[in-house]
């Protein structure tokens, strides 16, 4: 009979084992990696590699320097094992849409993922995937958007008049959080739009049973410890119990009892209407995915099942919640910085009759439409998303490179396991495509004829010629729902309240978790803000 220290000693062994197992591997595969010979910054550390220097800059500032030195496409090392990037077009697309599935998120990103979200869309490759997408697209068409865009408007109402309730009689203007607000905002948007819940975070205090539950499991794993890493590169790990993934696991339990109760009703409803059912309950998105699901088009083999649909749920909250914050925050941020161009869209949004649009007036407003994409082209809400090969390939490239033996070459050879860097943010400000002003928001590029230069056109993005909502079978699903509440947002706040920093410009920098959102660098310790005046607009 085995003792507990020898049982101890056996397992701590056979980890100990497998840790050099994976070291071995890894070491190897980077020893004769033929990525090695592509340019690059020198390794800042044995260990870590440039990843420390990388973790510290501000998204894509390092990596932009780094194509000016080395050119677009280079590589770097994070911690021992080396990355590809490129903003070669010809490349991004053999990644994106040539073959998509020959390039799938690294394992570890996936089992995050599946720790947080369940096996929903932004787990998935293959037919796995595939299967998903087909059903949910439907959810996601121009016609049910326009369904959906009187809740966009009405929040943004809702959140003008609390803004506007905090303006004293005697004063001018308030300081606010906008960054917060936003984010409450967006929320009670995607609970009533994506599944029919109110979550009522712009008016309460304490946040909901699935609003708390939601951000414990993202705060816990947005805390980077050792322990995460090793558990994730090591999942035999995961059987050690913590504080916070038993934290975790209980919001995730509430997370799936709360979901499983939204998906009854849904059901429920829907059997009962068939195809008449004409109430929000029928026409939020998780509705309209069980509708989809049931259809006669999809056969039984490719149908989700309750738990594939519950962990659309998370999906939904985690890509439809701060994403649109983000992206509505920088651009007020941007009509911080240029009051004329401020000034320019708020007498374009005053023109129209109605505060309560549809979704195809906003459309029609072409500078709003200019200030949107301008904003998500210079503040893409994700700066970066990466890939790993899963079969030995050669990447085809428009722009050859020259490699450290002094040797041409147009195309990268990738071994099996090789991870590449998608560049969201820097593709979008690369002078290379958008011209000498590419870092400048200048709304006027949209509407000027000849402003979008033509090399742009080969960008492999879904939308806009750029690559925020990537492109492909992997692109963004819910582009259209997160455009028109941006647009609904900007239109209600723009008309009804003017706009300034109430801190320095160059104190406001963008931290990347999850999506990009700003920090004052006077104010680390209180994580994401931003800080405007905000006064009520008075026609002169």
């Given at each position: ?54 973790q510290s800059s501000p998204p894509s500032v ?142 309460s205090v304490e946040p909901d049973p699935l ?174 998303t990466s890939r790993v090969a899963t079969k ?149």
């Open positions: 009979m085995y003792t507990i220290a020898q049982l101890l000693a056996s397992i701590l062994g056979t980890l100990a084992a497998y840790g050099l197992l994976l070291v071995t591997r890894y070491s190897y595969q980077q020893w004769t990696s033929p990525l090695q010979y592509l340019p690059g910054p020198p390794n800042s550390s044995w260990l870590y590699g440039n990843s420390k220097e990388i390092l990596h932009e320097k780094w194509i000016e030195e080395y050119g677009i496409t280079h590589v770097y090392k994070w911690f021992f094992t080396h990355r590809l990037y490129t903003l070669d077009v010809k490349a991004m697309n053999h990644v994106l849409t040539s073959g998509p599935y020959d390039y799938q998120k690294p394992g570890f990103l996936r089992r995050v993922l599946s720790d947080l979200l369940g096996a929903g869309l932004l787990v998935q490759e293959n037919e796995q995937h595939r299967n998903q997408r087909k059903i949910l697209n439907p959810a996601f068409g121009t016609a049910q958007i326009r369904e959906m865009s009187d809740i966009f408007v009405e929040e943004s109402l809702h959140l003008r008049d609390i803004w506007a309730s905090q303006i004293g009689a005697d004063d001018k203007r308030v300081r606010l959080d906008v960054q917060l607000w936003l984010s409450r905002m967006t929320l009670d948007v995607i609970g009533r739009a994506g599944f029919n819940y109110r979550f009522n975070a712009l008016d609003n708390k539950a939601f951000s414990t499991v993202f705060g816990t794993a947005n805390r980077i410890t050792l322990w995460n890493v090793l558990q994730n590169f090591l999942p035999v790990l995961r059987v050690f119990p913590t504080k916070s993934r038993a934290a975790m696991q209980e919001s995730q339990a509430i997370m799936g009892r709360i979901g499983r109760e939204l998906l009854q009703e849904s059901k429920k409803y829907l059997y009962a209407t068939g195809e008449k059912g004409d109430s929000w309950r029928a026409r939020d998105l998780l509705s309209l995915l069980v509708r989809s699901n049931m259809s006669q088009d999809i056969s039984e083999n490719q149908r989700m099942t309750d738990e594939d649909v519950l962990a659309q749920i998370p999906t939904f909250l985690t890509a439809g919640h701060e994403t649109s914050s983000s992206a509505t925050t920088w651009t007020l941020f941007a009509l911080c910085q240029d009051k004329e161009i401020q000034h320019k869209l708020r007498q374009e949004l005053l023109k129209v009759a109605t505060e309560s649009p549809t979704m195809d007036v906003l459309n029609s407003l072409p500078y709003l439409d200019a200030v949107v994409r301008e904003s998500l082209r210079l503040h893409a809400p994700v700066s970066a030995d390939d050669f990447l085809p490239l428009a722009t050859p490179f020259t490699d450290k033996k002094g040797a041409v070459h147009d195309s990268i050879r990738v071994r099996k396991g090789d991870t590449l860097l998608i560049p969201i943010r820097a593709m979008n400000r690369s002078k290379t495509y958008w011209g000498e002003d590419a870092q400048e928001f200048k709304p006027e590029r949209w509407i000027t004829p000849g402003g979008i230069p033509s090399a742009t056109s080969a960008i492999p993005g879904i939308w806009g010629n750029m690559m925020t909502f990537l492109g492909g079978p992997h692109s963004c699903i819910g582009y259209r729902f997160a455009l028109v509440e941006i647009k609904a947002l900007l239109f209600t706040l723009v008309r009804s309240f003017e706009f300034e920093l109430a801190v320095a410009e160059d104190d406001v920098v963008g931290k990347s978790s999850l999506v990009v959102r700003p920090h004052l660098k006077s104010e680390p310790e209180k994580g994401s803000q931003l800080p405007l005046w905000i006064k009520p607009y008075v026609p002169s």
